[in-house]
């Protein structure tokens, strides 16, 4: 079993910055395989996948709307992973939810860990 809980959304200006954590605990240890990610859902859209990262090799993948704008990492000694973004656009708004993705393919109908999410509200 394991539990995320995120944090650091809120609500920024358009251009603005925000560094989202997503703390993991488990009853064993994070295997070198899994996938530590971030999805984000948008009111009246269905939940998209943004960013992971393999805990082990550190190997990053993106989604093609926030390549060059966001930055994946992960702490492991803290059972940690970061989400930074930056250049945030009004279409960034949504929750962003942590997800542990065991299959690595960032299917969200197969991901099986999520956390409750953290709200990222873009405006002026």
């Known amino acids: 079993q394991v539990q995320l809980v995120e944090s650091g959304g809120g609500l920024v200006q358009p251009g603005g910055s925000l560094r989202l954590s997503c703390a993991a605990s488990?009853?064993?240890?994070?295997?070198?395989?899994?996938?530590l990610a971030w999805f984000r859902q948008a009111p009246g859209k269905e939940r998209e996948f943004v960013s992971g990262?393999?805990?082990?090799?550190?190997?990053?993948r993106y989604a093609d709307s926030v390549k060059g704008r966001f930055t994946i990492s992960r702490e492991s000694a803290a059972k940690t992973v970061f989400l930074q973004m930056n250049s945030l656009k009004p279409e960034d708004t949504a929750v962003y939810y942590c997800?542990?993705?065991?299959?690595?393919?960032?299917?969200?109908?197969?991901?099986?860990?999520w956390g409750k999410g953290t709200q990222v509200t873009v405006s002026s």
């Open positions: 488990t009853s064993g240890r994070i295997l070198s395989s899994w996938r």
């Open positions: 990262i393999t805990w082990g090799a550190g190997t990053t």
């Open positions: 997800a542990v993705d065991i299959r690595g393919d960032y299917v969200v109908s197969r991901v099986p860990y």
